[in-house]
């Protein structure tokens, strides 16, 4: 775990509060590959970064109110809005002094005073997508003008190699109910008689150990475990092989703040099949690139298979469409340079701290 003891602050420093175990391979998360991937590009254009892990609920060790508290006058500090329900009386008492900016991947589901109020009380709030910001600014959690949308960036990888009959599903998420696991499972099951086809899910089981049970229970039950294999966590080379192989990835989410895997696949030359919820269609660049069925609709997404599965020149659009958006993919120092632009701004915002103290040596 990270540790703060004091930021020197100059010129392009800050302390970036995240969740603990943002680099633990076991925990792979959207969030947490943003926090990773925005603390190195950051660091690629001259930040001083400190990156301070928090747990994210009560827990020993240091907590998000005491890093603040830990701050010096005047501090530049990034808070991952995961972090924010539990520090919201910190954030509001310390905004006074310090320039303190929160990263929100997603608008809080009940938002409550306190909640608000430390929200409003900070310099900038970076959302993750435009969906989040539009969510954000019907809270009224802050001043619209100080939301900044900052999307993911994707790595341009090689094109995958499509296989003649676009048998390969992969689907690549934590195993969750939000996640829409169990709708792709009981669309598997109708289509049984579809012969060649095999479905990947990869993804961590620990999130909802019981979800990820009983959806191995029901791939068991209705005879799909020979085409069906859950992977677990995937990272580096295996995840990039993963892709490399897939024809077609699923994405049957119920929610979704963006849809991180939409923007891979496409960056793979993957087309996508997914839902219309959230921020996915932002990660679209070119819907033609997917088929776009109802949320939480398990038929919609059999018969979509269907489609897919029954039509060659439907699977030739969809892949050219997806070479194309791979060809126009956002990078990662696009989504750094956003962010360091707004956290910049927030750097050259005097504090109260810092008008208190001119007025006292005049």
Not at 94 to 108: C, D, K, N
Not at 162 to 171: I, K, N, T, V
Request: hydrophobic share 50%; with cysteine.
């Amino acid at each position: 775990m990270g540790e703060l003891l004091e930021v020197v602050v100059t010129a392009g420093t800050l302390a970036f509060v995240v969740p603990e175990g943002v680099d633990d391979p076991g925990r792979v998360s959207g969030g947490n590959v943003y926090d990773r991937r925005l603390r190195d590009g950051l660091h690629a254009e001259g930040w001083e970064v400190r990156m301070v892990e928090v747990p994210v609920q009560a827990a020993p060790g240091p907590s998000t109110a005491s890093v603040l508290a830990g701050l010096p006058d005047g501090a530049l500090v990034l808070v991952d809005g995961l972090l924010v329900p539990g520090a919201a009386d910190a954030l509001a008492r310390h905004a006074s002094r310090l320039r303190e900016v929160v990263l929100a991947h997603q608008a809080p589901e009940r938002p409550d005073d306190r909640l608000l109020a430390a929200l409003r009380s900070t310099q900038r709030v970076i959302a993750t997508s435009g969906w989040t910001r539009s969510e954000l600014v019907e809270q009224d959690a802050a001043d619209p003008r100080r939301i900044v949308v900052a999307q993911p960036g994707a790595d341009l990888a090689p094109a995958s190699t499509p296989s003649p009959g676009g048998e390969r599903l992969l689907c690549v998420a934590a195993v969750a109910p939000h996640k829409g696991q169990d709708l792709l499972v009981r669309a598997l099951a109708g289509l049984t008689a579809t012969p060649g086809w095999s479905c990947v899910i990869v993804g961590s089981l620990g999130v909802d150990p019981d979800f990820a049970a009983a959806l191995a229970a029901v791939v068991e039950a209705t005879g799909l475990a020979e085409r069906v294999t859950f992977a677990g966590v995937l990272g580096g080379e295996a995840l990039e092989a993963a892709y490399a192989s897939a024809d077609l990835l699923v994405h049957p989410a119920r929610s979704e703040s963006y849809g991180m895997v939409v923007a891979e696949a496409l960056a793979h030359g993957v087309p996508v099949l997914t839902t219309e919820v959230g921020g996915i269609p932002e990660a679209l660049d070119r819907p033609g690139a997917a088929l776009i069925v109802p949320p939480d609709d398990a038929w919609a997404l059999q018969i979509a298979l269907q489609r897919w599965w029954s039509s060659a020149p439907l699977r030739e659009e969809l892949r050219a469409e997806a070479l194309l958006a791979r060809a126009g993919a956002r990078s990662w120092d696009t989504t750094t340079a956003v962010v360091a632009a707004a956290l910049a701004e927030a750097a050259a915002t005097s504090t109260e701290a810092e008008s208190a103290h001119r007025a006292a040596t005049r």
